[in-house]
């Protein structure tokens, strides 16, 4: 029975550290293929939760002035396009992928319906998460710290649940692989 894991992009992490792109092709690119290589034994279901933090942040609106449930929404949409262009670099490296959001986007991505994404994970495919799927420390310092390897909702999740974190240097060359696989790669959060 292949093994279920949920795996946290940033949104940062698809940016272009050289240069002012949003979302830098190359970067999504390597990403795919790191997500291809890891899951082509069959071995694993993937799901992915990708982050909008490279396009706007919730928060940044409301110290603009902005409503900040408008904010929210807004980088909400940024984590679709994030989900949409893995999509379509994960699909271009063979494997089969697709976008569930929270917000009805009919013609863009499906709706998040629980059994629909297992079925869909139970079938092989990558399920990329957007628009408000859910959120070397341990859960209380990276809490207490307000550390920014993903937002504290999550964090809190994680700890209640009893579901270790693994924080690794993704654009390194077989992290994803190694990780997947159970090695010692970065920071465990248990």
């Known amino acids: 029975m292949p093994r279920r894991v949920v795996l946290k992009i940033s949104g940062e992490a698809l940016a272009s550290s050289a240069s002012d792109q949003t979302i830098d092709a190359k970067v999504v690119d390597f990403l795919a293929s790191e997500i291809a290589k890891a899951t082509e034994s069959g071995e694993l279901e993937l799901a992915l939760v990708v982050g909008g933090g490279n396009i706007w942040r919730g928060a940044s609106g409301e110290l603009a002035g902005m409503n900040r449930a408008n904010s929210d929404i807004m980088g909400m949409l940024g984590t679709i396009i994030n989900a949409l262009a893995l999509q379509d670099a ?85 992290n994803l692989r190694r990780a997947l696989a159970g090695e010692a790669v970065g920071t465990l959060v248990k």
């Open 90 to 174: 994960i699909e271009n490296h063979g494997r089969q992928a697709r976008v569930m959001t929270a917000i009805n986007m009919d013609q863009v991505a499906e709706p998040y319906i629980r059994r629909r994404a297992v079925r869909h994970l139970e079938k092989g495919r990558i399920v990329i998460f957007a628009a408000g799927m859910g959120n070397p420390y341990c859960f209380d310092e990276a809490i207490q710290k307000e550390l920014r390897v993903m937002d504290l909702t999550a964090i809190t999740f994680c700890k209640d649940n009893d579901l270790p974190i693994r924080v690794f240097d993704l654009m390194k060359t077989d």
